[in-house]
T-cell receptor
Framework: EADIYQTPRYLVIGTGKKITLECSQTMGHDKMYWYQQDPGMELHLIHY???????EKGDLSSESTVSRIRTEHFPLTLESARPSHTSQYLC?????????????FGSGTRLTVV | TQLLEQSPQFLSIQEGENLTVYCNSS?????LQWYRQEPGEGPVLLVTVVTGGEVKKLKRLTFQFGDARKDSSLHITAAQPGDTGLYLCAGGQWDMRFGAGTRLTVKP
């Protein structure tokens, strides 16, 4: 049974729409992450959070924004979707220090912008 | 420049064969993790290695962390079709970086 949930699983939207990808975890983890992954390609870190009211940008330049108002919730928002945003978005959480406890990933949201 | 280099990129073998995949970097990592990802799903953690030279076994999978903590290998004995998937290594501290992965196909 998954302890980290992402919704929606699949999303097809038109260019210019605002969307929010949801991510929630029930493990009480303080660290949460968003990764972007194109089919068959590596994961790129786009945002991370070390706790409530803490958010940082990752390596990959992204036009998305995130918020962390509650420990369990880490939504990602695209204000104006473009076809270049088409990708899979993976949310993860971690409870340990220095990454030693590993990440728990959600099943991902596959986004298609037409 | 990719922080973690994984090789080979693709590997297709017959059921029952042994294989080794590699994860290399010029950086030293405090820990390194291996994940397996199936199509349409998120990666699932297999193991975390922390100490240089450490060897961990998970059934038919053997993971080794290099003495200098810059590289790691994953060896699978008697591969089965259920081992098919994308194997990813990841390293770092608070924010992990992933390699591009080795895509393994095990044919029955």
């Amino acid at each position: 049974e998954a302890d980290i949930y992402q919704t929606p699983r699949y999303l097809v939207i038109g260019t210019g729409k605002k969307i929010t990808l949801e991510c929630s975890q029930t493990m009480g983890h303080d660290k949460m992450y968003w990764y972007q992954q194109d089919p068959g390609m590596e994961l790129h870190l786009i945002h991370y959070s070390y706790g409530v009211n803490s958010t940082e940008k990752g390596d990959l330049s992204s036009e998305s924004t995130v918020s962390r108002i509650r420990t369990e919730h880490f939504p990602l928002t695209l204000e104006s979707a473009r076809p270049s945003h088409t990708s899979q978005y993976l949310c993860a959480s971690s409870g340990g220090g220095s990454g030693n406890y590993g990440y728990t990933f959600g099943s991902g949201t596959r986004l298609t912008v037409v | 420049t990719q922080l973690l280099e994984q090789s080979p990129q693709f590997l297709s073998i017959q059921e029952g064969e042994n294989l080794t995949v590699y994860c290399n970097s010029s950086s030293v990592f405090s820990s390194l993790q291996w994940y397996r990802q199936e199509p349409g799903e998120g990666p699932v953690l297999l193991v975390t290695v922390v100490t240089g030279g450490e060897v961990k076994k998970l059934k038919r999978l053997t993971f080794q962390f290099g003495d200098a903590r810059k590289d790691s290998s994953l060896h699978i004995t008697a591969a089965q079709p259920g081992d098919t998937g994308l194997y990813l290594c990841a390293g770092g501290q608070w924010d992990m970086r992933f390699g591009a992965g080795t895509r393994l196909t095990v044919k029955p």
